[in-house]
């Protein structure tokens, strides 16, 4: 119980569901005990999401690491030239695809590098492919930093591309790209790459199109609360917009084989609270995830009473947080992401990308059920 009479009173906001300043947010962020946070976090998770937990059976496929930007946290990309620089054929994605498959997955998560010498074309054929051989198979693609590449290549409007994307088989857009919003800070971390009013156009157009997306903020690089909170509440500023946001990932910034290797990475501490914070900012957004290969599986564990009602996927392939030193498993199955369900105390469910929930009879393939909560 809290002594502090600014933070019981943002407490009993949070929990009569009013809205959050700000100024609010600064507060806790700099002030709230974990306790306090995680208690807020719980009664948003609780309210929105009861006692479920949702995972999904997925794979990644990242087609090249090559990339024109040189993001300072970034160890995945490569450049043109590089020994580390790979390109997957259309064999090789097909592959992957169908291996996914085999295996159940009901998501692809397709995001990468981009290309200095690969046209639009190059990566509408990565969906049309994939969709052609596999149309059950849900494909979420391409970061907003690679739709505003897109256009820059192109020269055509970000919806017009979208559509043209939708028409080949994208099903949804995942959140990454999106990192601190502010230009100060973005300008050290990333400063040539889509800036926070693309991210936010780029989603906009995206939930006007139909198409659902998810939203990231990396954190516990060079950011301040200020910072945090800023990027949160810009983010809920486009969900009363649009409404079009499924999840929130708050994501740890991971320093190996990064240009700002010096910075230590969060500790489990500040994890737990940019968790809970995201979950009472984000009261108009229906998930929040806790990422377990970013945060580990003992975090993402925890993290499920810090206001995550989510903890992603079986992965497989993943590359990106690999290459900049994550530990975690490179794939987990379906009974391992139950058992770290069940063991935190909750329900888990099995969902599809937006959120039905997947039924699995013996002998026939998956097939989406009921839509899912989505207070
Ligand atoms: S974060 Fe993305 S855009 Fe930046 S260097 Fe890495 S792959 Fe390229």
Not at 117 to 144: C, F, G, M, S, V
Not at 148 to 165: S, Y
Not at 229 to 238: A, C, E, F, P
Request: hydrophobic fraction near 40%; charged fraction near 25%.
């Amino acid at each position: 119980m809290t002594t502090d009479p600014r933070l019981a009173a943002l407490r009993d906001k949070a929990f009569a569901g009013d809205r959050l300043s700000f100024d609010d947010g600064v507060y806790l962020d700099r002030n709230a005990d974990l306790f306090t946070l995680g208690e807020m976090a719980n009664v948003v998770r609780e309210r929105k999401n009861g006692n479920v937990t949702y995972y999904n059976v997925n794979q990644h496929l990242n087609p090249t690491n090559v990339c024109v930007y040189r993001c300072n946290f970034c160890a995945f990309r490569s450049d043109l030239k590089s020994p580390k620089g790979y390109v997957m054929s259309d064999e090789q994605i097909l592959e992957r695809a169908r291996n996914a498959t085999e295996k159940g997955a009901t998501e692809l998560h397709i995001v990468g590098g981009l290309h200095h010498l690969k046209p639009y074309e190059w990566y509408r054929n990565i969906i049309k492919i994939i969709h052609d051989a596999y149309p059950d198979l849900h494909l979420k693609a391409w970061t907003a930093v690679e739709w505003d590449w897109f256009q820059r290549l192109t020269k055509r409007p970000i919806r017009d591309l979208l559509e043209d994307m939708k028409s080949v088989g994208l099903g949804s857009l995942p959140g990454g790209g999106a990192e601190i919003f502010d230009p100060g800070v973005r300008g050290q971390l990333c400063e040539h790459k889509a800036d926070a009013s693309a991210w936010l156009e780029i989603h906009r157009e995206a939930h006007r199109a139909g198409l659902r997306s998810n939203a990231t903020m990396l954190y516990g690089h060079i950011e301040t609360a200020e910072h945090r909170i800023d990027h949160l509440i810009k983010l809920r500023d486009l969900q009363d917009e649009t409404g079009g946001f499924q999840t929130f990932i708050p994501l740890a910034f991971h320093p190996d084989n990064t240009k700002i290797a010096n910075i230590p990475k969060p500790s489990g501490l500040t994890d737990l609270r940019t968790m809970a914070l995201s979950r009472v900012m984000l009261d108009n957004f229906p998930h929040v995830k806790a990422y377990w290969v970013m945060l580990t599986i003992k975090i993402a564990q925890v993290a499920q009473s810090y206001g995550a009602d989510d903890i992603d996927g079986t992965v497989v392939h993943e590359k990106i947080y690999h290459d900049a030193g994550s530990d975690s498993p490179q794939e987990l199955t379906v009974a391992e992401l139950r058992r770290f369900i069940t063991e935190a105390g909750r329900v888990p469910v099995e969902r599809d990308t937006l959120y039905n929930e997947v039924i699995r009879e013996p002998g026939t393939k998956w097939r989406a059920g009921r839509k899912l909560v989505m207070a």
